[in-house]
T-cell receptor, first 112, second 115 residues
Framework: GQQLNQSPQSMFIQEGEDVSMNCTSS?????WLWYKQDPGEGPVLLIA?????ELTSNGRLTAQFGITRKDSFLNISASIPSDVGIYFC????????????FGKGITLSVRP | NAGVTQTPKFRVLKTGQSMTLLCAQD?????MYWYRQDPGMGLRLIHY???????AKGEVPDGYNVSRLKKQNFLLGLESAAPSQTSVYFC??????????????FGPGTRLTVL
């Protein structure tokens, strides 16, 4: 099936640093979603991308929909302690029984 | 507007016991979903519903049943709990199917432990 790959599983950065996360697939996706999950909470949508090549920002977050439609990245600039959490990429699979598939997530830790 | 709410927040069961998790949304969304989240596994779809009175199986439906008697509520049942069902359960809803706006809105989760 169509799977989304995120690695590494964990990232550790210093407060104030920028960080980039990648999400890749061997299949084409027509929409890419980035979610953040705070500790003890449900995932919350950060950014949605609908068009190949699209670059979208939301405050300190920037995400891009890859030209090949097989990848996307999320950048966080000038990290702060509240950026801690799990970042998931997600996208709808194509074909019959389409569903929203999620990557396994990247746990981000920010050292003050 | 509370969004998506889930009850209970925490629950401990013994093997073989049954329970029902309740999800409610006040956004008038047609679609609702139940996921489980396990360490290193991401989110896996258990069952979903495309409208009141309809349900369908997701990736990992075994051991679970669901009902959508009212548009705003989606119930997840465990008839005979097993330790493998220890997990965090999330409910989500969306306005449209994946061909439309695929954005799903999540509840805060229910942490279930089966001893």
């Amino acid at each position: 099936g169509q799977q989304l790959n995120q690695s590494p599983q964990s990232m550790f950065i210093q407060e104030g640093e920028d960080v980039s996360m990648n999400c890749t697939s061997s299949s084409i996706f027509n929409t890419w979603l980035w979610y953040k999950q705070d500790p003890g909470e449900g995932p919350v949508l950060l950014i949605a991308l609908y068009k190949a090549g699209e670059l979208t920002s939301n405050g300190r977050l920037t995400a891009q929909f890859g030209i090949t439609r097989k990848d996307s990245f999320l950048n966080i600039s000038a990290s702060i302690p509240s950026d801690v959490g799990i970042y998931f990429c997600a996208g709808p699979t194509t074909g019959a029984n389409s569903k929203l598939t999620f990557g396994k997530g990247i746990t981000l830790s920010v050292r003050p | 507007n509370a969004g998506v709410t889930q009850t209970p927040k925490f629950r401990v069961l013994k093997t073989g016991q049954s329970m029902t998790l309740l999800c409610a949304q006040d956004m008038n969304h047609e679609y609702m979903y139940w996921y489980r989240q396990d360490p290193g596994m991401g989110l896996r779809l258990i069952h979903y519903s495309v409208g009141e009175g309809t349900t369908a199986k997701g990736e990992v439906p075994d051991g679970y049943n669901v009902s959508r008697l009212k548009k705003q509520n989606f119930l997840l049942g465990l008839e005979s709990a097993a330790p493998s069902q220890t997990s965090v359960y999330f409910c989500a809803s969306s306005t449209a199917g994946l061909a439309g706006n695929p954005t799903q809105y999540f509840g805060p989760g229910t942490r279930l432990t089966v001893l």
